[in-house]
């Protein structure tokens, strides 16, 4: 199996001020592809950093990242909102639907800016509306789902142009254990579909459901328990 | 398809706060509003002067000599010819005499009327034409008939219960003399100075040999051409009469000069207050502006999760620059529908009859539209500027 992940000497620091803080300091690691990683770290140790780094949101202030074999570092917005599109689904803890839109718009807006047709983004996103099991939801608005409901539709957003990494972000955070542990149950179907889902927590027994744990604490990896 | 895609959105979030969509909107909808009244009225009122202008006056020059001294000798009959042949563009010339006279048919009577001497083309190059009777010809003038045609006003001064036609009145000056009524003619707008409702009209030779023996013609009515441009034959009789008379000994009285500046009158007036009124259009797209970077800020995290998903720079701010266009449009349609109901109100008041003006209205559409895109830039670069980073953050 190749690294669908990689990340050599990268660092990330930020100006505060007069202040300088190293949110990531020389963390070099690989993900492999169809693998169900988790990152594990306290909130400020750099996991957030991380996870946008990989998810294309950032670039490093030094050291470079592989995303599917493409170099983000010297790569202008345009190039990494088109990465981003194409390779990365994210889910992010509080679901980040847009509140005007029913389910099967926010599930199809990546494939708008994809470029893909209306009709063709209806069809997809409906189809992947019901793979998570929402199919009788579909036009229904946000503030008409429940907090799982919510997360299902994040998914399906996340899984609608067929990226390469499924990017989540304490995505059992914001729902009760119960609700919680059906997600986590979408996430392990996903993975043995042979989705690469790269998992961001705090929760050890979370990270423990995972194949592998990646722990991260002052902007450093520490053993890799894999 | 993208297009498509951001003006639904653009008017899902207009209509997610109407009040506030609504109070952003007035100063374009005001803006827009007063520049499509006052172009509209603009035009109404320029049409209705050149309506008001008789329509057969545009198209004449009438030349007055003045006083009685030595320079005003040359202008006699003969001086119509001279006048045609040296300024291009006059079809003809009808010499007309005119002075005050009482008239009476028996008990009535009617005084101080303007009695006139015409020849028989001044009916039609005048368009009069009777509404009973007929009008005198070339035969009456030359064999200078006593036979009188009658403005309407004076037809009915003299003859209150109609039938004037056929009867006999006495004009008065130095001694009474008896003409037949051949004619009476249709009411016409009393207007620019025209007089013909209260007038009388008698043949040319018939005034002079009866009235006024002399050689003076009292006007000069000059046939212009369609072809050539009233005003400018006007402008050319004015310098040639300057050089062999002199200004003090004439006066030349042309619609067209005069409806030529009465309208410049208008449309410098009302681009005047079009300009003004242009103003409050670009206070209406600071108002739109200001809307817009609340919506930016308001909706950093929609934007963060938009560029998450994928949408470049360019997206986001088609997206907010589609969604001000929209807003300032929709603003300007508002206001051209408002504009529009007041000039009727306005015209309905005034008693002119409408027109609508068509450049009022593309002016305004584009103009609204302009601003959109002028002072949602600033707003729509702004939000394209984020960091994704830092907009999910905000969410």
Redo the contacts between chains.
């Keep these: 199996m190749s690294a669908i992940i990689e990340l050599e000497g990268v660092s990330r620091t930020y100006v505060v001020g007069d202040a300088v803080v190293h949110a990531l300091d020389d963390v070099s690691l690989g993900i492999e592809e169809r693998s169900f990683t988790a990152i594990m770290g306290p909130s400020g140790s750099g996991k957030s950093t991380l996870m946008s780094l990989i998810g294309c949101l950032d670039v490093p202030t030094s050291g470079t990242i592989r995303i599917d074999g493409e170099e983000t570092g010297g790569m202008n917005e345009e190039e990494l909102a088109f990465l981003r599109n194409r390779k990365i689904g994210f889910v992010f803890q509080h679901f980040s639907l847009l509140p005007k839109l029913n389910a099967l718009d926010n599930a199809a807006l990546p494939l708008l800016y994809a470029g893909v047709p209306v009709r063709e983004r209806r069809e997809r996103a409906e189809e992947m509306l019901c793979r998570v099991g929402l199919k009788d939801r579909l036009r229904h608005r946000p503030s008409e789902l429940s907090g799982g409901q919510k997360q299902r539709v994040a998914i399906a957003r996340a899984l609608v142009n067929n990226p390469a990494i499924l990017l989540a972000d304490e995505p059992t955070g914001a729902l009760d254990s119960s609700t919680g542990h059906e997600v986590m149950e979408l996430f392990h179907a996903l993975h043995e579909e042979g989705h690469t889902i790269v998992f961001v927590t705090h929760d050890r027994s979370l990270a423990l459901e995972c194949g592998r744990i990646i722990p991260i604490k002052d902007g450093r990896i520490g053993y890799d328990a894999s | ?2 297009l ?2 951001n003006i639904r ?1 653009a008017f ?2 207009m209509t ?1 706060n109407r009040l506030r969509t609504f109070l952003s909107l007035l100063g374009i909808m005001i803006g827009v509003a007063s520049v499509v009244t006052i172009l509209n009225l603009g035009k109404s009122a320029s049409e209705s002067i050149s309506s008001s202008f008789n329509a057969g006056g545009l198209d004449t020059v009438s030349i007055m000599p003045r006083g009685s001294a030595r320079e005003t000798m040359i202008f006699t009959e003969e001086f119509a010819y001279t006048l045609m042949a040296e300024i291009e563009g006059i079809k003809e010339v009808l010499p007309v005499v005119s002075s005050y006279a009482n008239i009476r048919n028996g008990q009535e009577i009617a005084e101080s009327v303007s009695v006139q001497g015409v020849t028989s083309g001044f009916f039609a190059s005048n368009s009069l034409s009777p509404s009973s009777g007929e009008l005198f010809g070339a035969a009456e003038n030359i064999n200078r008939r006593q036979v009188v045609v009658l403005g309407s006003e004076l037809a009915e001064e003299l003859f209150p219960s109609g039938n004037a036609v056929g009867r006999y009145i006495s004009i008065f000056r130095n001694q009474a003399k008896s003409f037949l009524v051949v004619g009476v003619l249709e009411e016409r707008d009393a207007s620019m100075g025209n007089s013909y409702n209260d007038s009388a009209f008698m043949p040319y030779n018939t005034y002079t040999q009866r009235f006024r023996r002399t050689d003076q013609v009292g006007t000069y009515v000059a046939k212009i051409y369609e072809d050539f441009d009233a005003t400018s034959v006007a402008e050319e009789i004015e310098s040639y009469l300057n050089e062999i008379a002199g200004s003090d000994y004439y006066r030349i009285f042309s619609p067209a000069t005069i409806k030529e500046m009465a309208d410049s009158v208008t449309s410098t007036f009302s681009s005047f207050l079009a300009a003004i009124a242009a103003i409050s259009l670009v206070v209406g797209g600071i108002g739109i502006m200001n809307i817009m970077l609340v919506s930016v800020v308001e909706r950093t ?2 934007i ?12 986001i701010r088609s997206q907010f620059l589609v969604e001000s266009v929209t807003l300032s449009l929709s603003g300007g349609l508002i206001g051209l529908i408002t504009g529009t109901l007041l000039s009727v109100a306005a015209v309905h008041v005034t008693g002119w009859s409408l027109h609508i003006s068509m450049a009022a209205i593309i002016v305004s559409m584009l103009f609204s539209g302009a601003i959109g895109i002028f002072f949602g830039w600033y707003p729509a670069a702004k939000a394209a500027r984020l ?3 830092e907009a ?1 953050a905000r ?1």
């Design positions: 398809m993208m498509r895609e959105m899902s979030s997610g995290g929609e963060g999760i938009r560029k998450a998903l994928g949408a470049d720079p360019r997206a960091a994704p980073m999910l969410e």
